[in-house]
Every structure is written in structure tokens, then in C-alpha cells.
């Protein structure tokens, strides 16, 4: 069944903008319940969150608001369902993710639509996204039939000891809006690839992308139970997820602040804990760079999904004798950059999130000017509307403006001058954040030299793109704890146990 999309943009729920264009294929993606225990269910409140479009301003449709009543019955699901999940072999486990993953790759155009209705980004942005995501899961459905444990020399000859790995049980999964669907497949596809059952807290903002993966999960047959989806406002959720002693994990992807409070409530019943948290990640140009391969990866890191990616580049890093040359090509590409909604044409950058995202930027961007940041490009391709923000180069960038040492989380590309490398790597380093760092250099003793001195969990070396699910994702310092993806992944959601056997 197909469904046309409506916005109402103005309150009062009367639709004034019919956006006929948009059109699902499959109606049933689009989800308006959240799913416990294999039931698709409203709050016991009877209340509901808005979800709005951020491109048109309207309402895109409601989410039941939980609280911790429903967040119980939801752990309580997931451990009843634990007890065979975990017992399943690991092929009948990749079997279901297999499916699972199929079934995303069938219905990527509808997915992708969701998503760009709910969180903004251009079209071909949210199917990149769709495919990315779905990565985890085939990844994962491999990796589960290679879960093994060891066997170690014992110290007596009367005995045997074994290391057995083992599921570590419910798992709280709790992400943000950014990427509302590949956040969510790169913890879960783990999770029940290694034999956890899960609770997904999605962002309130962006839940219908969650819905949908939950539809698509119960038609691959995943067992009811095994994934659970609350949705409504966060305090009360996750004050449940923390205080539960049946929840034996959080795995956290959004700001640091939350991820900090996590581990304060994690801590009384002492969880497991994954957490991937903001970045300000440094992309630093040498003088013997190759520059055309230095702005595509600029491009790549600092605008994609608008800048509102935890590894885009926040500060540009540049040598002296290249700044002119990269400031001059970066202005020419950033001022054709068009911006609008995200299901139009030829758009490079969608609207942000909300008005508190736009709110940042513009504070970034005005204390930048105030220090003596001077503006070397913008685009003017930008239609009217209160969720859109400009594309902009600013050149003359220094420390002490709070575009270094805050996540600006928009399409906002400061640039700064330096002079020495150890200047450039005591800029990069000097940040409480160490997630992602970008560097370019064709000197083969510089690329050494840098890429060990770097405090990050990912560097780039002359490429912008560190995201793959066959590497380790995640931070050092304040950026986070644990991995995600690569065969790391995994480990994240498996205890380890000896059994030593004696009297042989
Ligand atoms: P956020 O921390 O505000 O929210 C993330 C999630 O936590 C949402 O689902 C939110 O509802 C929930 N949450 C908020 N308060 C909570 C509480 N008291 N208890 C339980 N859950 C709570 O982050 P955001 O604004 O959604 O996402 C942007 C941030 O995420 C940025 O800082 C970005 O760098 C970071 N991020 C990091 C990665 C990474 O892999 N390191 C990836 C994407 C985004």
C-alpha cells in the first residue's frame, strides 16, 4: 500500500501544504507505535510526541510518549526473550540478521524517504545512509559465526581450562538524531549477533526511522522481544535503562554531556558501557599536500549531513604557504553549495535539525566575527526559512573563539593558520575530544610523524572518510569509551568466562 505524505505547516493540525510528491511504497514502514515484547502499542498516558519535519516546519506524524512503566515492560520483554535468543545457534542468529539485512536493502527508497523526512538531510545523503547501515547488519551476521573462545595450558596436568564467550544479556541502546538509522544497526546487529536481546531508546526527534528497521526485523522473522522500541520524551526512559538491575548494558551514541550523565546512572548497578560521544575533530592541511584531494575530503567531512556529524571536521588546520590557494578553491565550492529540502534536486544541504541547532551556529559564527574571524565565502543559495543555515568559510579563525572548542554541528568551516607542524599538532590535540582527526600530507615521514602524535581513535591520512563497518569506530578522552564495527565490535556485547575443569 502506497502513502502520500501531508504536512500540516501551520498549527492547528489543518494540513496547508500537501507535499504530494513524497509518496511511500510501503505503507506500513511508517510507524506510529512503539514495539514491546512483539506488540505495537500507544503510552499507557494516551500521550504522544510530535515529530516535525525540519525542511517545511510541519508535523510528519506523533510517537507515543513513554515513560518508566513502559520502559520496564520493555526490559522485561527483552529478558524473557533473552533466554531463547541467547540459545539459538549462531547460524540461525546470522540467518535472521541476513534477512534483516535484505529485507533494509529492498525497501532502501522508503527508508531513505523517512529519513529525510524526519531528520533533514538530502535524499541521496539518507540512502548512502540506508546502505551504510545496513553494512552493520551484514557485517555482524558474519561475524556472529566466528564468536569463539580459547583454550589455555593448564598449570596442572589434572586440568583443563576454557574461554567461553557469552552474550552479556539486555542491552539498552540509546541513539541521537544524526544518523536516526545507522546508529541504531551498528549497536543492534552486534548485540543480537552475539546473543542479546535489546531496548532502543531513538532520538524523540527522529523515531520513525527506528519503526521502521523494527517493522522490517519482525518480517525477518527476529523473534518478538528480541528488539524493543520505547519512544517519547528521555528523562524517564532513561532514567529506567539506568536504574534497572536487568539491563546489563548501555550503549550510548550522542553528546558527551548525556553520555556523562549515563555513566553516573550506570554506575549503582555497574553496567557494561559503550559510548560514543561529540568530537572537534582537526583537518590540517601541510604545505606539501596534495590540495585538490585536501578540499574533497573538506567537502566530505565538513558539510556532509550539514555539518551535523560527530566526525566532521570543526577546525581547518592550515599551513602557511597553502592557506591563500585552499581558502580561495574551498570559497569557489562552498558558495555553490545549495541549500533546501532535502527531497528536492540538487540540494547539497538540508535544514537542521531545530531552532536550538541553528541557534549554535549562528552564536559560533558571531563570536567568531567578533574576534576578528573575517568571512571568505558563503552561499546564497539558500531558501527563506527559519531551519536553514548558510554554508560559510571563515577565514583568520584563532583558539580562543568558541568555534575550537565547541562542536559547532553546522556547515560552518573555520580556518586556521599555522606556521610549524608541532604548532599544528598542539592545536589538534589541544581539546578535551579525541574522536576523529584528518590530515594531508604526500611527505612519508610527516604522515608517521603525525599520525602517532594525534590523540584521536580515527585519523584520516589525505582522506575525509573514516566510517566504514569493517574499521574500529570510536574515541579517546572525552570523545568516548569502546568500538564499534570491525571484528571489535562484537566483543562489546560478549562476557567472557573460564571454566576450569578439574580431577581429569
Ligand atoms: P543527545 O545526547 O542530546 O541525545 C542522544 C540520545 O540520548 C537521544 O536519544 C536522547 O533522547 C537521549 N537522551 C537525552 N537525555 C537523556 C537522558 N537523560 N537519559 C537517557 N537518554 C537521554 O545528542 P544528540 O543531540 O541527539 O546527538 C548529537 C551528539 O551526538 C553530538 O554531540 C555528536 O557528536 C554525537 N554523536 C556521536 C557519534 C559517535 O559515534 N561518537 C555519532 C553521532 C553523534
Known amino acids: 500500500m502506497k502513502l502520500a505524505w501531508a504536512i500540516a505547516v501551520s498549527g492547528g493540525g489543518k494540513t496547508m501544504n500537501a507535499i504530494t510528491e513524497i509518496i511511500l511504497e510501503d505503507a506500513d514502514l511508517f510507524r506510529q507505535q512503539a514495539l514491546l515484547g512483539g506488540d505495537w502499542l500507544g503510552a499507557k498516558s494516551k500521550t504522544v510526541v510530535d515529530v516535525i519535519n525540519p525542511a517545511k516546519l510541519g508535523v ?42 535484505d529485507l533494509i536493502r529492498q525497501h532502501e527508497r522508503d527508508l531513505a524517504l523517512l529519513l529525510t523526512l524526519e531528520q533533514g538531510k538530502p535524499l541521496a545523503e539518507a540512502l548512502g545512509e540506508i546502505r551504510y547501515g545496513a553494512s552493520f547488519v551484514k557485517w555482524f551476521a558474519e561475524e556472529a559465526r566466528r564468536i569463539g573462545g580459547s583454550t589455555i595450558p593448564s598449570p596442572t596436568s589434572d586440568r583443563r581450562i576454557l574461554v567461553l564467550k557469552e552474550a552479556v544479556g539486555v542491552c539498552a541502546i540509546i ?22 536481546t535489546v531496548v532502543i531508546k531513538p532520538s524523540e526527534f527522529t523515531p520513525f526511522s527506528a519503526l521502521a528497521l523494527g517493522v522490517l526485523a519482525e518480517r525477518a522473522g527476529i523473534p518478538a522481544g528480541v528488539i524493543n522500541i520505547v519512544t517519547g520524551m528521555p528523562a524517564d526512559i532513561g532514567k ?21 550523565l549515563l555513566m553516573k546512572g550506570a554506575a549503582d548497578s555497574i553496567k557494561r558501557l559503550s559510548l560514543e560521544l561529540g568530537g572537534n575533530a582537526p583537518f590540517i592541511v601541510f604545505d606539501d599536500a596534495n590540495i585538490d584531494l585536501a578540499i574533497d575530503g573538506a567537502i566530505a567531512s565538513k558539510f556532509r549531513n550539514g555539518g551535523q556529524t560527530c566526525v566532521c571536521s570543526n577546525r581547518i588546520l592550515l599551513q602557511t604557504g597553502i592557506y591563500d590557494a585552499f581558502a580561495a578553491k574551498l570559497a569557489s565550492r562552498v558558495a555553490q553549495m545549495k541549500v533546501g529540502a532535502g527531497t528536492e534536486e540538487g540540494v547539497a544541504i538540508g535544514p537542521m535539525i531545530n531552532g536550538a541547532a541553528i541557534e549554535k551556529i549562528e552564536r559560533h559564527v558571531a563570536d567568531a566575527l567578533e574576534k576578528g574571524a573575517k568571512i571568505i565565502a558563503q552561499s546564497d543559495l539558500v531558501p527563506n526559512g527559519r531551519q536553514y543555515a548558510r554554508p560559510i568559510v571563515l577565514g583568520d579563525a584563532t583558539t580562543e573563539m568558541l568555534l575550537a572548542s565547541e562542536e559547532t554541528f553546522g556547515p560552518v568551516a573555520p580556518l586556521f593558520r599555522f606556521e610549524a607542524e608541532e604548532e599544528a599538532i598542539a592545536i589538534a590535540n589541544g581539546t578535551p575530544f579525541g574522536l576523529a582527526a584528518y590530515f594531508y600530507t604526500e611527505n612519508l615521514k610527516r604522515s608517521w610523524r603525525v599520525a602517532e602524535a594525534l590523540e584521536f581513535g580515527m585519523i584520516g591520512l589525505n582522506t575525509g572518510m573514516v566510517s566504514t563497518e569493517v574499521a574500529p569506530f570510536g574515541g579517546v578522552k572525552q570523545s568516548g569509551l569502546g568500538r564499534e564495527g570491525s571484528q571489535l565490535g562484537i566483543e562489546e556485547y560478549l562476557e567472557t568466562k573460564a571454566l576450569h575443569v578439574g580431577g581429569l
Do not use: Q
Not at 81 to 96: E, I, P, Q, V, Y
Not at 245 to 256: A, M, N
Open 175 to 196: 541513539t541521537p538524531w544524526n544518523f536516526p538509522n545507522a546508529m541504531i544497526t551498528r549497536k543492534v546487529a552486534p548485540a543480537l549477533a552475539a546473543g542479546c
Open 240 to 260: 529506567e535503562l539506568m536504574a534497572n538491575e536487568t539491563v546489563r548494558k548501555i550503549s550510548f551514541t550522542g553528546s558527551t554531556r548525556v553520555g556523562a
Open 60 to 101: 510528519l506524524g506523533t510517537v507515543p510518549n513513554m515513560g518508566r512503566d513502559e520502559t520496564r515492560a520493555a526490559i522485561e520483554a527483552a529478558a524473557e526473550a533473552f533466554k531463547s535468543w541467547k540459545k539459538k545457534t549462531h547460524a540461525d542468529r546470522a540467518a535472521l540478521l541476513e534477512r534483516w539485512h
